[in-house]
T-cell receptor, first 110, second 115 residues
């Protein structure tokens, strides 16, 4: 079964501290993984795609197939990073549908 | 990226009634999807809206309850029929672009409250 697990509902850190938002997935084939972010009163937006191996707003995420993980990391958190973060899996290239994790609220304290 | 709008942005409805939500995209897209986000929950895919054919529903969702139309490549509607308080959710439209470098973009959502 295809599944995405984000074990933390809430992650609270101080400004300048490192951040790691955990994401584990279950999928038997080659997945495509994404991180989406939803800032307060804004729509859900794409943050990162694993296939791009990019860094957006200082965030990076590496796909670890051995551990079936796609953790989101940032070395120094900023207050404006406070938001809800969703990890998502696209398992089947034919359908395009996404399976979302439960989401993690990141709270960056001053 | 595609610009997506939804109408209405929010509504309060009485149980037993139906509400149709519209999703408009500023460019032609192949894939359109409807998601539900119940209070405090993640996003769950309701169905894929296929242009010119019947929508493809996910397990737990049926056409009688959530009829979907997709008359062209820029527009889709989702109807929530015979509503009950359990249907109170945010309903989101999204579009998918690309096949090899797939990205999905979301509308602002429709917040529905059923009393």
């Amino acid at each position: 079964a295809q599944r995405v697990t984000q074990p933390e509902k809430l992650l609270s850190v101080f400004k300048g501290a490192p951040v790691e938002l955990k994401c584990n997935y279950s999928y038997s084939g080659s997945p495509e993984l994404f991180w989406y972010v939803q800032y307060s009163r804004q729509r859900l937006q794409l943050l990162l795609r694993h296939i791009s191996r990019e860094s957006i707003k200082g965030f990076t995420a590496d796909l670890n197939k051995g551990e079936t993980s796609f953790h989101l990391k940032k070395p120094f958190a900023q207050e404006e990073d406070s938001a809800m973060y969703y990890c998502a899996l696209r398992g089947s290239s034919n359908t395009g549908k996404l399976i979302f994790g439960q989401g993690t609220t990141l709270q960056v304290k001053p | 990226s595609a610009v997506i709008s939804q109408k209405p942005s929010r509504d309060i409805c009485q149980r037993g009634t139906s509400l149709t939500i519209q999703c408009q995209v500023d460019s032609q897209v192949t894939m359109m999807f409807w998601y539900r986000q119940q209070p405090g929950q993640s996003l769950t895919l309701i169905a894929t809206a296929n242009q010119g054919s019947e929508a493809t529903y996910e397990s737990g969702f049926v056409i009688d309850k959530f009829p979907i139309s997709r008359p062209n490549l820029t527009f889709s509607t989702l109807t929530v029929s015979n509503m009950s308080p359990e249907d109170s959710s945010i309903y989101l439209c999204s579009v998918g672009q690309g096949l090899s470098t797939y990205e999905q973009y979301f509308g602002p959502g429709t917040r529905l409250t059923v009393t």
